[in-house]
């Protein structure tokens, strides 16, 4: 398993559905912002669409905070077309509007290195920069689903550091106490617990 983790994030092109349009993107398209970037294994799946669906839930907080969200898997854009048409009652992920990757063929899952032997991705999520570098990535196992609020907590820790130069310990949320990389800093914090 390669860690990504401080290297810059495999560039990729594909096409990517947005609601009922289909568009080609790259991600180099979006720097300046960071990205979500979440492998998925299938869609008309049983965990994946409550992933989806918990996204989208959420988008509003990660567009607040300059994020874009782009989940991807190894389904066609016609399949992502039709899942998004699916209504939730019946599994389906209708109301995402945030982009869905085709990757066909498994390139992307491979160049992440989340395609598994079975050729789909496990649920790996990449927190990309503004300057296109991964900072943080976790990857589960097909049958257990990702914490959004988590997500949005990496996002936040990885903001305040770059605002503040404070690093985030653990279980830190946003608007509690950070420590400035000292031994006087980290020592008071721990006194506090």
């Known amino acids: 398993m390669a860690v990504l983790t401080g290297k810059k994030a495999p560039n990729f092109k594909a096409t990517t559905v947005f609601g009922k349009d289909f568009k080609d ?5 979006y720097q300046g912002k960071y990205v979500v970037l979440f492998f998925y294994p299938l869609d008309f799946t049983f965990v994946c669409p409550t992933e989806l669906v918990a996204f989208q839930s959420k988008l509003a907080q990660f567009k607040e905070r300059n994020v874009e969200v782009l989940g991807c898997s190894v389904d066609s854009h016609f399949s992502h077309h039709a899942w998004l048409n699916m209504p939730k009652a019946k599994g389906g992920i209708e109301g995402v509007t945030y ?7 498994g390139r992307i899952a491979r160049d992440y290195d989340v395609l598994n032997d079975d050729g789909v991705a496990y649920r790996g999520l990449f927190l990309i920069d503004r300057n296109g570098v991964v900072r943080h990535q976790i990857v589960n196992d097909l049958p257990l689903g990702r914490s959004v609020d988590e997500c949005l907590r990496m996002v936040d820790a990885l903001q305040h550091f770059e605002k503040n130069g404070e690093v985030c310990p653990a279980d830190w949320h946003k608007g509690e106490s950070a420590i ?14």
């Open 180 to 193: 400035k990389t000292t031994q006087e800093s980290v020592g008071a914090y721990l006194a506090k617990r």
């Open 99 to 105: 982009g869905l990757v085709s990757d066909l063929g």
């Open 25 to 29: 993107i790259q991600l180099s398209d």
